[in-house]
Each structure stands twice: as C-alpha cells, then as structure tokens.
C-alpha cells in the first residue's frame, strides 16, 4: 500500500504540469490509473482506521470496566473480517485489465435449435448475475435462432473488475436435459461457448491503422415487416493483418453498429495479442493448452438428476435452479482461487 502512495504521488505531480493534456489519450489513461490507486489506498486506510477505532473502544471498555459495548464491538469486528475477506479476494483479480469492463460473446454450438435455446439460456443466467452483482449489462448484438434460441449474443458487463470475473467462465458450457423441443422427449446435451474480452481503448491499449480495415456495410435482417431494415446499417470489419473479422447489426444506425464494432474489434487484437503470450510462457514451462471448443469447463445436468459441476475446480451444487437464475459466486470464486500465485493478464 506505502508503494501505491509513492506511485499516487508521482503521478499527482504530474497532472499538476501545463503539458499534462498535451497527449490527451496518455493524460486520460493516467488519470484512470490514479482513481484506481486512490480507490483501493482508500479501501485499506478506511479498514485501518476502523480497526484502530475498534481497538481504542475495547481499550476505553476494560479499563472503565464497562462490558455493554461487547455486542457492538462484535459486530464491527466481523464486518472488518468480511471487509478483510473481500479485498483478499480482489488481490487474487491483479491481472493487466482484471478492473476493466468485460465484452462477454456466447455462441451456440452445433445441434441447431437445442444448442440456441441453451445459449438464450446462459445469456439470460449471466445477465441475470449481472443484476445481481450491482454490475450493468448492455446487449450490443445478437443473432437470433430461426425457430428459438439465439445463434450468438455479445454482451458488455460494466462494473468494477467485470473482466476479472468474468474470463474465470471461459469456456464451453454443457447441458444435458430431456428437450423441450423434441415430441418423443429424448435426452439431449448440447454445448455453448462463452468468451470474455477486456474492453480496452484506442490509442492506449491498441493502436490500429484504419488501412487495416476492411468495412462493408449490409441490411441487418429481421423477422421480416416493419422490423426489416430498409437501409444498410449493419457492419462487418475484417482486420486484415489477423484475419479477425467482427460484425454488428443491433442498432439502427450505421455509425453506432460501427462504433460497437470497433470497440469488439479492439478487445479482440487484445485478447489475440495475450494468447501469444500465454502459449509462448506455456512451451516454455510445458504447459497443455487447450483449444476453445475443447476447453469444457462445467456440466449443467437437468435430467436425470439435477447437478451444475464445474470440471476445473470440482465445485458442484444440486441448485441448478439457483445457478440457472445467476447463482454463480460460488463457482467464479473457487476458480478464481486456485488462480493465486498464477501470473495471468489474460
């Protein structure tokens, strides 16, 4: 925390100079940094303080003799051990863009309607855990299933370290239950995969040259009427160097579709340029790293028993209502834990 205070310090003196907003985007990045640190030195100083309140009041009650107050120091000494407990915890979400906002995608996988239908189904539990956290969450583009179900949805979560949380839910997600669109009610298990990207800024994080970009613009489809677009608002952008390709058809405006586009573009270069780092410091310690579609990571059982396990950590619960509803802390926790100790930015 004394390290935290030097760099607050340092970086106070900075804004103080007449250059300071000269380079806007390095000025708006800095100051970002500075709510950051200010924010957690904040964090630690209250709970410090708190403790010293609480040790001058035990002192003032044995030395008067009085014991009326145990109940109340009781209190205050277990609200300082949830305080303790929870900034702890947020030491585990150090990583480069763990604060940042997240840019949640959810994909189907193959099996048509089922696996759609399981995808409106995750993007319904995560915004559902989204409310429940205090964070917001914001639809920025969905394809729809033709008979139910959606094709794909990304979603951007904001909150304080949104992206920490969320990229412990990377990964393929499987159900098994009797479906509801077969008559014979078979048993059916189908698959989605979830992506978490950090949302991050132009200028500051990524730096593209708009001669990399090739943007083509389309009708965005619909159900057909009223709700089809008459003009060409949709857009698609290939970044040419990576072959990275990202469209959005939302909005009913050309220039918000781009705009969201860009901004899914920039989290993906990102996450691309992350990926080689990891796979690099994998060969080199020996590490197996899994591909996506791979990488299953928890089991949603509704027949013929009722049982969510996440396979990295063995965390289960017979609660999947609860889960199905947002219900996700304990999941997202006891992963994120057995991060401890693991360099990762990603």
């Known amino acids: 925390m004394v390290n935290d205070e030097s760099k607050i310090t340092l ?13 806007t985007r390095s000025a708006q990045a800095k100051m970002k940094t500075l709510a950051t640190l200010k924010s957690k030195v904040d964090q630690w100083r209250g709970l410090e303080n708190q403790v010293t309140s609480i040790d001058e009041l035990i002192t003032l009650a044995i030395d008067e003799q009085d014991d009326t107050i145990q109940h109340s120091v009781s209190e205050e000494i277990s609200e300082v051990c949830k305080k303790v407990d929870s900034l702890e915890f947020q030491l585990v979400l150090s990583g480069q863009y763990d604060r940042r906002n997240a840019i949640v995608a959810i994909h189907s996988g193959a099996g048509g309607v089922e696996s759609q239908d399981w995808a409106q189904i995750l993007m319904r539990m995560y915004l559902r855990w989204v409310e429940r956290r205090g964070f917001e969450g914001e639809i920025l583009d969905v394809s729809t299933g033709e008979e139910a179900g959606i094709k794909s949805v990304v979603i951007q979560v904001s909150g304080d370290y949104a992206y920490g949380y969320m990229k412990a839910e990377r990964g393929v997600h499987r159900l098994v239950r009797l479906s509801p669109f077969d008559s014979d009610h ?47 608002t949709a857009v698609r952008i290939t970044h040419i160097p ?35 780092k990891s796979k690099e410091t994998a060969k080199i310690k020996g590490d197996h790293v899994s591909p996506q579609w791979g990488n299953q990571i928890r089991s949603y059982v509704l027949h013929p028993y009722h049982m ?21 802390d304990g999941f997202i926790e006891a992963y994120l834990s057995t991060t401890v100790g693991k360099k990762s930015d990603s």
């Open 11 to 23: 970086l106070e003196k900075e804004t103080y100079s007449s250059s300071f907003w000269d380079d």
């Open 242 to 276: 990576t072959g990275i390709k990202v469209s959005c058809q939302n909005e009913r405006s050309q220039y918000q579709n781009k705009t969201i586009a860009l901004k899914i573009l920039m989290s993906r270069l990102v996450e691309l340029e992350t990926k080689a």
């Open 308 to 328: 969510v396990k996440d396979h990295r950590t063995d965390f289960e619960t017979s609660d999947s209502s609860a889960v199905l509803d947002g219900d996700l």
């Open 186 to 232: 078979a048993r059916h298990t189908s698959f989605a995969l979830l992506e978490a990207l950090p949302e991050v800024e132009e200028g500051v994080d990524v730096t593209i040259d708009p001669s990399d970009l090739n943007i083509e613009v389309f009708r965005a489809g619909g159900a057909g009427g009223q709700s089809v677009q008459k003009n060409s």
